[in-house]
C-alpha cells in the first residue's frame, strides 16, 4: 500500500500510531500487573491462613506437654536404667550378691568389710574397702582371696600394709571368667 499524504501529515500519523502503541502497551502492562497482584495477594491470603493454623496447633501441642514435663520423664528414665544396669545379671559372670556373698565369707575374724563398688560396666572388677585388726589378718584374707578360683587376681596397695595395727584397706579383685 503507497502513503500518498504529504510528509507533514506523515509524521502526525506516525507519532498517533506510536502515541496509541505506548497507551495500549502500557494498559496491558498495567493489566498484567494488576492481575498478578491479584493472584499473589490471593497465596498470600491462604499462606496466612495456613501458617494462624499450624502456629494453633504448635500451641496446643505445647500446652499439651509441656518441656518441664518432658525433663522430669527423661531425668526419671535415666535414673531407672542406671538402676537396671547396677543389678542387672552380667550373663557372662555369676550374680552381685553371689560375689558379695563369697568375698564376706572369705574374710576371716579380724576383717570388717565396709564398701563394695563394682568398677566400670561389664569389667567384672570389684572395689572392696575394709578395716583389718592387724596386717597379718589383711595378709590371709588376701591370700584367701588369691587361691579361690572365682578370682583371677586381687590388687592390694602397699598403703595397706604399712601399718602394723588397725589397718584400714582397699582392694581390686578381678572376677574370673564365669564357667
Request: aromatic share 8%.
Given at each position: 500500500?503507497i502513503?500518498?499524504?504529504?510528509?507533514?501529515?506523515?509524521q502526525?500519523?506516525?507519532s498517533?500510531?506510536?502515541?496509541?502503541?505506548?497507551?495500549?502497551?502500557?494498559?496491558?502492562t498495567?493489566?498484567?500487573?494488576?492481575?498478578?497482584?491479584?493472584i499473589?495477594s490471593?497465596f498470600?491470603?491462604?499462606?496466612s491462613?495456613?501458617?494462624?493454623?499450624v502456629?494453633?496447633?504448635?500451641n496446643?501441642?505445647?500446652?499439651?506437654?509441656?518441656?518441664?514435663?518432658?525433663t522430669?520423664?527423661?531425668?526419671?528414665i535415666?535414673?531407672?536404667?542406671?538402676?537396671?544396669k547396677?543389678?542387672?545379671?552380667?550373663?557372662?559372670?555369676?550374680?552381685?550378691?553371689?560375689?558379695?556373698?563369697?568375698?564376706?565369707?572369705?574374710?576371716g575374724?579380724?576383717?570388717?568389710?565396709?564398701?563394695f563398688?563394682?568398677?566400670?560396666?561389664?569389667?567384672?572388677?570389684?572395689?572392696i574397702?575394709?578395716?583389718?585388726?592387724t596386717?597379718?589378718?589383711?595378709?590371709?584374707?588376701?591370700?584367701?582371696?588369691?587361691?579361690?578360683?572365682?578370682?583371677?587376681?586381687?590388687?592390694?596397695?602397699?598403703?595397706?600394709?604399712?601399718?602394723?595395727?588397725?589397718?584400714?584397706?582397699?582392694l581390686?579383685?578381678?572376677?574370673?571368667?564365669?564357667?
Amino acid at each position: 500500500m503507497i502513503n500518498l499524504l504529504p510528509a507533514t501529515d506523515r509524521q502526525a500519523l506516525r507519532s498517533e500510531y506510536r502515541h496509541r502503541l505506548f497507551i495500549v502497551g502500557g494498559l496491558l502492562t498495567f493489566g498484567l500487573t494488576i492481575i498478578i497482584l491479584i493472584i499473589i495477594s490471593s497465596f498470600a491470603f491462604v499462606l496466612s491462613l495456613r501458617r494462624d493454623e499450624v502456629l494453633g496447633q504448635i500451641n496446643a501441642s505445647r500446652q499439651g506437654f509441656s518441656m518441664d514435663k518432658l525433663t522430669t520423664i527423661q531425668q526419671a528414665i535415666k535414673e531407672a536404667n542406671s538402676l537396671i544396669k547396677i543389678l542387672a545379671v552380667i550373663p557372662s559372670q555369676e550374680s552381685i550378691s553371689a560375689v558379695y556373698r563369697r568375698l564376706i565369707d572369705k574374710r576371716g575374724v579380724g576383717i570388717q568389710l565396709t564398701h563394695f563398688k563394682f568398677l566400670g560396666e561389664g569389667s567384672g572388677r570389684v572395689e572392696i574397702s575394709g578395716r583389718g585388726v592387724t596386717r597379718t589378718d589383711l595378709l590371709s584374707y588376701i591370700d584367701t582371696l588369691k587361691t579361690d578360683t572365682h578370682f583371677q587376681s586381687v590388687e592390694s596397695p602397699v598403703k595397706n600394709i604399712i601399718r602394723e595395727r588397725d589397718i584400714t584397706f582397699n582392694l581390686t579383685v578381678t572376677l574370673a571368667p564365669y564357667k
